[in-house]
């Protein structure tokens, strides 16, 4: 069984910052893309930015510029690190990760860790 646990959400000002991390564990050959979405009330799940093992990223464009997601292969962890923070980044963020086991590829959920922004 894979577990993806986050961590680093909380209460962050209008143009401030938050840095998310996610790590993944348990029994897997290895990790393909690992990624963020987010949730916010009342709207669908939607994807923020993903990465792959070589380090090419894909964001989505209302983060751009602005969140960076970066990756620690060896220790199978993923990082978010999210500057001027607007209130629509408010959300449930969930780390996301397509795993390889038993020659079969399987996603993977983590439980999810709030970000608010207010002033």
């Known amino acids: 069984q894979v577990r993806l646990v986050e961590s680093g959400g909380g209460l962050a000002h209008i143009g401030g910052s938050l840095r998310l991390s996610c790590t993944a564990s348990g029994k897997f050959t290895s990790i393909t893309s690992m990624g963020w979405y987010r949730q916010a009330p009342g709207r669908q799940r939607e994807l923020v930015a993903l990465?792959?093992?070589?380090?090419?990223?894909k964001y989505d464009d209302s983060v751009k510029d602005r969140f960076t997601i970066s990756r620690d292969n060896a220790n199978n962890m993923v990082y978010l690190q999210m500057n001027s923070l607007k209130p629509e980044d408010t959300g449930t963020y969930f780390c996301?990760?397509?795993?390889?086991?038993?020659?079969?590829?399987?996603?993977?959920w983590g439980q999810g860790t709030q970000v608010t922004v207010s002033q």
């Open positions: 990465i792959n093992r070589g380090g090419y990223t």
């Open positions: 996301y990760a397509p795993v390889i086991t038993g020659g079969w590829e399987y996603e993977y």
